[in-house]
Every structure is written in C-alpha cells, then in structure tokens.
C-alpha cells in the first residue's frame, strides 16, 4: 500500500510539473528573437458579424510591451465602404470622427496621403477615381477594394480600375495567397502598424499596434497573420499607412475600442451593417 501511495505521489509531482512548465511556454510564445506573445487573447462577440481581440506583445531589446488590436468582420452581415473626409466637409478626421459622421460601426485609417491630404496612390471612393493612377513605388504594392460589397486585396500588378466600385492603394503587400511578399526598398525597422486582411472564411480582419514608441517589424506581422497557431490567419494582407496616422475606432451597442492616431486623416475604410 505504501508503495502504491509513493507511485501516486511521485505521478502527482510530475503531472503538476508538466503543467505548470506548460502553462509557462503556452504564456509566453516567440514570434522573432525579441518578440513573444504574452498573451494571445481570444476571438469575443461583439455583435451579429464582429468579433474582438487583443493580443499582448513583448519586446525584449529593447524592453517595451504593446497590444495588438484586432476586429473580425463576418461579410454576410458587414461591409466595407472608403470614406472621405471630404464628403462631411473637412479635410481630415480621426477615426472616431468617421465612425460618428457615417453611421459605421468602425473605421481604421486607410491610405498614404501628402502634405495637402492628398492620395499618393490610385484611390476610387464613392464610385470616383480621386487618384487614378496606380503608383509602381516600392511601397505601395497592394490594393484593397470592394466589388458589389465583396472586400479583395490584390497585388497592384494584377489590378484593374474596373475590377472595383472602390478601392484604395497601399503597402506593404505583406500576405498574397498565403504566400509571405518579399519587402524590397523599405527601411526594416519596428514602427506603428495599421492593417487590414481577409481570411479564407472571407472575413476582413483589421488591426492596429497601440504603441507611440516601437511596434512590429514585417516579418513579424507576416507570421502573426499566417501562423496556424495565432488564429488570425488571412492568407491576404495589406499594410496601411502606419505612424502617426495609425488609428482604429469601433462603436457597437455597449462595445467600444478605441486606438487614437496622433494625427487626422483624408481617407478611412468603414465598416457598415449590410442594408444600412
């Protein structure tokens, strides 16, 4: 009997060290050599077609911490519209501004704009062709657009005009396909992120680093977004303009997140309930 009882003991020791060094590595996950997830949050319904998520990051060198926040958008139920600033008579806004002015119950920053606000990059909004030429800059290398409200992202090289009623040039292009994008000519450092993708569900999946100082490098962001074992997997990805621009707003019913830019913007993509 005594023996049984140290077997069991000496089972129980082992069993509870097993968890416990399991708990650890499943709390803190390497994604680079500087980067781990702390923790990875899960996928929250926010209402018919949206769901939520944070995801806590790490950096190690140097030290910082910064929250990746996601919406998951359901296109049965939600489309994506661009929207201007200049449709409510101003010549930029925050993200939340967008949200309050058009009815969307989201909205992140979209494009990369100059000094007078102005595209720097084929942009179509509201069935007009606001800047119609399609740069070849090592930046802007995708395009996200809307087809009779069915969202795309696409290679600039494979767009045409007439593929969509709206549509809006940026880059990155970080995911094609599933396939990681070579990011050729661009400076390789951690910045402030605006994204947005589409998973093979379908659903459109947009995020922003809340970070001022540091953020997430491009690999980094390709295996967050690709990675089975990060569930956010959308084999298309799109970089937005990032930086100060970087902004993020949702309203829906009790719900609300926020992520403020430090600066206003001329375009937005919104967020809408079919039929609205």
Known sequence: ?????????????????????SSQTTGKQKISPTLS???????????????SRRI?????????????????????WITARLLRAAQYQLKAASAMTFVEHSG???????NYFDTDGKPLAFLKAGGQAINPRVSRSSLYTGVFGVKEQRPFISHRNDFLSEQADEAMQSGPLL?????????????LRASRRALIGIDKEHRMVI??????????????????????????QTPDLLNLDGGGSAQLYSKAGK??????GTVEVPVAIGFFTKGQ
């Open 37 to 51: 997830v702390t923790d990875a949050g899960a996928w929250k319904p926010v209402q018919r077609g949206i769901e």
């Open 104 to 110: 969307a119950v989201a909205a992140i920053n979209a």
């Open 207 to 232: 995020a922003v680093t809340d970070n001022l100082i540091g953020g997430l490098f491009w690999a980094e962001l390709q295996e967050i977004f690709s990675a089975a074992k990060w569930q956010v």
């Open 56 to 76: 806590t990051l790490e950096r190690s060198e140097p030290g910082y911490t910064l929250d990746l926040k996601l919406l998951r958008f359901d296109t049965q």
């Open 175 to 187: 995911l094609l396909r599933g396939a990681p994008q070579a990011v050729t000519g661009l400076p």
């Open 255 to 260: 719900f609300e997140e926020f992520v403020p």
């Open 1 to 21: 009997m005594r023996c049984c009882l140290t077997v069991l003991l000496v089972f129980h020791f082992v069993a509870i060290t097993a968890i416990s060094a």
